[in-house]
């Protein structure tokens, strides 16, 4: 059987929704921060706790997060990294070129709301 010729292309705003979505799942991360910025360009499209701009080596990922108080705010990094990074490929086909966390506070689970 052989596959249909064409493209398939994902809209920006998709992706930045998967991205918020993976975040949002990620142990430890009590909400999404503000709208961050691309480093080295602009984005692509930007909302809420993601922003997503497109490069010759694939997507970069910006995001902009609240950690919970008392875990390991490298291991929520790295875990936010890679679920991400895994949704992206996974369900959008996308090559990631890099996915960058930033903390932007630490906050109490419950006494938090989510800002996107």
């Known amino acids: ?3 249909p010729s064409g493209q398939v292309t994902v809209a920006a705003p998709v992706l930045l929704a998967l991205v918020r ?3 949002r799942e990620t142990p430890g991360i009590v909400r999404l921060a503000g709208t961050p910025i691309i480093r080295g360009g602009p984005a692509v499209t930007a909302g809420p706790g993601a922003a997503i701009a497109f490069g010759a080596a694939g997507v970069v990922v910006e995001c902009a997060v609240v950690a919970a108080t008392g875990v390991r705010l490298a291991q929520v990094a790295a875990t936010a990294q890679a679920a991400v990074a895994a949704v992206l490929r996974e369900l ?3 090559d990631v070129a890099a996915v960058n ?3 932007m506070d630490v906050a109490a689970v419950e006494k938090t709301r989510d800002h996107g």
Do not use: K, R, T
Request: proline share 0%; aromatic share 0%.
């Open 1 to 3: 059987m052989s596959q």
């Open 92 to 94: 959008a086909g996308v």
């Open 21 to 23: 979505a993976a975040l």
């Open 101 to 103: 966390i930033s903390i």
